[in-house]
T-cell receptor, first 116, second 114 residues
Framework: AQSVTQLGSHVSVSEGALVLLRCNYSSSVPPYLFWYVQYPNQGLQLLLK??????LVKGINGFEAEFKKSETSFHLTKPSAHMSDAAEYFC??????????????FGKGTKLSVIP | KAGVTQTPRYLIKTRGQQVTLSCSPI?????VSWYQQTPGQGLQFLFE???????NKGNFPGRFSGRQFSNSRSEMNVSTLELGDSALYLC?????????????FGNGTRLTVT
């Protein structure tokens, strides 16, 4: 079974400041890890994914995340926040659900506010 | 390439009624998944279909069912609606596995049960 814990349901940063959103996972098999972003009244958009290649993963809109197996973490960062980054961010994990099926387990989400 | 399309965007139903939601995946995608999103429970997996077969099912009562057609389009049905079924229902599609193909989500259907 897999699980994801996102620390902080709400994070506020100033425009231009570092964005750090925390995600810790639990998985009984080597995980695939994802970060998604959701804007109001929209679905989820993939930011980046880790699938056992490079541990530092670069995504869209300047975001990146580092897979740290020893810490079971996959934190999302962006060097400089922009007003357009204000949204809700979800960390998700996928393991082997059997028969090659595809099931993501999501964290509760972190709402990012950017202060001008 | 068109994204995942869900219809309708909004639905208002009364307790006890049933509802059908529709999802058209990205062209070429054979896997379609459904998720329920609520403020209290967050995003929860309902089920996944691949080539018309249900591959996996989440922990939801039997009132929630789905199916996939030969063109990969999928429908989700909820019978005997309860107030707690009010949620955003998200459909997602992919080629095959998490390693090879991330999930692409639609904008969802917001269901309100009164």
């Amino acid at each position: 079974a897999q699980s994801v814990t996102q620390l902080g349901s709400h994070v506020s940063v100033s425009e231009g400041a570092l964005v750090l959103l925390r995600c810790n996972y639990s998985s009984s098999v080597p995980p695939y890890l994802f970060w998604y972003v959701q804007y109001p009244n929209q679905g989820l958009q993939l930011l980046l994914k880790y699938t056992s290649a490079a541990t530092l993963v670069k995504g869209i809109n300047g975001f990146e995340a580092e897979f740290k197996k020893s810490e079971t973490s996959f934190h999302l960062t962006k060097p400089s926040a922009h007003m357009s980054d204000a949204a809700e961010y979800f960390c998700a994990v996928s393991g082997n659900s059997g028969a090659g099926s595809y099931q993501l387990t999501f964290g509760k989400g972190t709402k990012l506010s950017v202060i001008p | 390439k068109a994204g995942v399309t869900q219809t309708p965007r909004y639905l208002i139903k009364t307790r006890g009624q049933q509802v059908t939601l529709s999802c058209s995946p990205i062209s070429g995608h054979r896997s379609v998944s459904w998720y329920q999103q609520t403020p209290g429970q967050g995003l929860q997996f309902l089920f996944e279909y691949f080539s018309e077969t249900q591959r996996n099912k989440g922990n939801f009562p039997g009132r929630f069912s789905g199916r996939q057609f030969s063109n990969s389009r999928s429908e989700m049905n909820v019978s005997t609606l309860e107030l707690g079924d009010s949620a955003l229902y998200l459909c997602a599609s992919s080629h095959s596995t998490p390693r090879d193909s991330p999930l692409h989500f639609g904008n969802g259907t917001r269901l309100t049960v009164t």
